[in-house]
Antibody, heavy 122, light 110 residues
Framework: EVELLESGGGLAQPGGSLRLSCAVS????????MSWVRQAPGKGLEWVSV????????YYSDSVRGRFRISRDNSLNTVYLHMNTLRLGDTATYYC???????????????WGQGTRVTVSS | QSALTQPASVSGSPGQPITISCIGT?????????VSWYQQYPGKAPRLMIY???KRPSGVSSRFSGSKSGNTASLTISGLQAEDEAEYYC??????????FGGGTKLTVL
């Protein structure tokens, strides 16, 4: 059974930093791209970032580029989201999501974690 | 880039079919067969219902189908059931190494 478990969310001040983690099991992690998708309270879904299966390629949404960094450790079956220079608008539930097709970088997500909540507030 | 355009809400009676539209542009929905649809219940993670415009993952009811015409993608649910009441989101590759979601549609089963 595929499982994704996010952690690391919490309260941060504007300008602060957080690191989110997503530990996965139930599939060959190193064969799939992984993304982070967020959802502000009462709002819709927003794609944030993707890392390729090998970790060599990363892409970001315009809203986080230059502030967030995605990475993965295939030996630990874990993907990370390093969040810096946090803004009030980054407040959201952050989901990690598994790409549907092997080695497909940007398409759809067939498995999601339960989400971890990030609140940016002074 | 603005979100893909979805109706804020749709409704239907049990047993009826409903269609949710997702309007994009020739740079996203119209140019790539990488449209997906997600179902989300309140407080829960999204669930993939359709990918690559019309493909259905294993475990998803055959009542769910997807299609695309020009810059508009559509999700159709035939034989509406009470359990289908949820929020639905479309998503498309936008060609600049990014994905774009729609604003979401709240489906109410009357």
């Amino acid at each position: 059974e595929v499982e994704l478990l996010e952690s690391g969310g919490g309260l941060a001040q504007p300008g602060g930093s957080l690191r989110l983690s997503c530990a996965v099991s139930g599939f060959t992690f190193s064969n799939y791209a992984m993304s982070w998708v967020r959802q502000a309270p009462g709002k819709g879904l927003e794609w944030v970032s993707v890392v390729s299966a090998s970790g060599s390629t990363t892409y970001y949404s315009d809203s986080v580029r230059g502030r967030f960094r995605i990475s993965r450790d295939n030996s630990l079956n874990t993907v990370y989201l390093h969040m810096n220079t946090l803004r009030l608008g980054d407040t959201a539930t952050y989901y990690c999501a598994k790409g549907t097709g092997q080695y497909q970088l940007l398409g759809s997500f067939d498995s999601w974690g339960q989400g971890t909540r990030v609140t940016v507030s002074s | 880039q603005s979100a893909l355009t979805q109706p804020a809400s749709v409704s239907g009676s049990p047993g009826q079919p409903i269609t949710i539209s997702c309007i994009g542009t020739s740079s996203d929905v119209g140019n790539y067969n990488l449209v997906s649809w997600y179902q989300q219940y309140p407080g829960k993670a999204p669930r993939l219902m359709i990918y690559e415009v019309s493909k259905r993952p294993s475990g998803v009811s055959s009542r769910f189908s997807g299609s695309k015409s020009g810059n508009t993608a559509s999700l159709t649910i035939s034989g509406l059931q009470a359990e289908d009441e949820a929020e639905y989101y479309c998503c498309s590759y936008v060609g600049t190494n990014a994905l774009l979601f729609g604003g979401g549609t709240k489906l109410t089963v009357l």
